[in-house]
């Protein structure tokens, strides 16, 4: 078993079992060969996380290889840790035409793996390579308009108001770690 089955007595014993499980991201990515590239976005890519923080990942595959890669993603998971949830596959919002799966992993380790084709792949500007076979383009990304910017905003605060009554339930029965992890979404 890669993981502890009981819960951590501190978030450094967190930060250590969710950077050894990342180590074994990177490890099974870095033995595939259909893997062209891969990187991390958000509080990571960005130099800014601390012991909260969870993986963006974005994985960019051979065009060939890419629904095989996508259908074996289930292996993958298992082969690095014990996913105790898998999101359903949805569309990656920062790899056009990829797909999205947040999993989370025991101990409440999340990972969210953007898996997209090679030929489509950008990075965004602010990220920390992985791996690198194949250059891929850094784009920024086009400045919003007004009202997309408040349409995005209301986004936002829509989904905040879902998720605020769950943090304060999780409060409530006193599992901070779980409130906390509710707050950041």
Known sequence: MFETARPFATLAEYREARDALFARVVAALKADSRVVAAWLSGSFGRNEDDEWA????HVAVEDKDYQPFLDERPGL??????PILI????ESDSLS??????????GA???DWNIGARSQAVRPLAHRMLIERADLPVV??????E????????NALTFFWAMAPIAIKYAG???TRRAVTQIEL
């Open 54 to 57: 969870d993986y963006d990942l």
């Open 77 to 82: 998971y298992m082969r690095v840790g014990t």
């Open 87 to 90: 999101q359903a596959d949805v």
């Open 97 to 106: 035409g990829g797909r999205f799966q947040l999993v989370l992993f025991r």
């Open 109 to 111: 380790i999340e990972v």
């Open 140 to 145: 920024a990304p086009p400045a919003m308009s």
């Open 147 to 154: 009202d997309q910017r408040r349409v995005h905003a209301d």
């Open 173 to 175: 029965r006193t599992d």
